[in-house]
């Protein structure tokens, strides 16, 4: 029942430090370890040993909550769950232009502006709504608006003994013109599209979630860890129910990041040393 409030401590905020001692910024730097030396550099401590997503930061990829742009192309992402919580994101993709704000993000990165995680205020554990009653509250989430598609995990196609959550959700959303799609589950591939978007290029990250979506993504996803026993996935185990919706959504418009090559002018002639009428000869 206490409050309690987080100040971060940057080295840039004491300025008596780097006059004393100007070196000690690239000292910090030799510890080796990058997610500690940005722990004590940047007051940045969301680090934990085994890391899945290690390049995630708040001050980078969390973003202030708007509304996206009716010409913004918007679409869901939902991991089921019943007594394990279920999680559905609310995705846009910026077309490149400035929000009302002035705020511009490139064209293609996607942005997780909304999610609902069902949760009982517990880690990992679920609310136990009925599919129908879940998939009216997503349709009520949307806000009337209409989005290109749902990607569903897959899981919700399976029939044991009666119609498959798939088919219950899809009697409420097809009253509304859509329905869900199944996701590709690849789980090393996904792992992978999660990163590279996280990561980026040189000109950012292709991928961003506001700072209303805490209850799934941020409490969750700094957290995730890899599994011990498969370098290439994460730690099924954890709760990551919201890393399986953005895994979802991520392979569902994979991202390639661009390399540009240097083209390097060869030289097809020769320069020999002068040898009677043959100065030049082909290389």
Avoid at 27 to 42: E, N
Avoid at 67 to 89: I, K, N
Avoid at 143 to 172: C, F, L, Q, T
Wanted: proline content about 6%; glycine content about 8%.
């Amino acid at each position: 029942g206490m409050l309690r409030q987080f100040i971060s401590a940057k080295l840039s905020d004491n300025p008596y430090l780097l006059e004393d001692d100007p070196a000690y910024a690239d000292r910090l730097k030799g510890l080796g370890a990058d997610t500690l030396v940005r722990a004590m550099l940047d007051g940045d401590w969301d680090i934990i040993a085994g890391q899945a997503f290690e390049k995630l930061r708040k001050s980078v990829h969390a973003v202030e909550p708007f509304a996206p742009p009716e010409d913004w192309m918007v679409f869901g992402s939902l991991d089921w769950g019943s007594s394990r919580p279920f999680s559905f994101g609310m995705w846009c993709i910026s077309n490149g232009e400035a929000l009302p704000d002035g705020r511009i993000y490139r064209r293609g990165a996607m942005i997780r502006y909304n999610e609902w995680y069902g949760w009982n205020g517990k880690p990992n554990e679920g609310l136990r709504m009925e599919v129908a009653e879940v998939g009216q509250g997503i349709l009520d989430r949307w806000k009337g608006r209409k989005p290109g598609y749902i990607i569903a995990d897959p899981s919700m196609w399976k029939i044991d003994g009666g119609p498959s959550h798939a088919e219950v959700m899809n009697r409420v959303f097809n009253k509304h013109g859509f329905a869900l799609r199944k996701a590709d589950n690849s789980r090393h591939a996904g792992y992978l599209e999660v990163r590279s978007r996280i990561a980026g290029d040189d000109e950012g990250p292709m991928l961003y979630a506001t700072t209303n979506c805490h209850d799934g993504f941020w409490r969750t996803m700094p957290d995730v860890i890899m599994d011990r026993n498969d370098p290439e996935d994460v730690d099924s185990d954890q709760e990551d129910h919201p890393y399986d919706d953005v895994r979802y959504a991520v392979m569902s418009r994979p991202w390639l990041k661009v390399v540009e090559k240097k083209k390097e002018k060869v030289d097809r002639w020769m320069r020999f040393e002068e040898k009677q009428d043959e100065s030049w000869r082909t290389a």
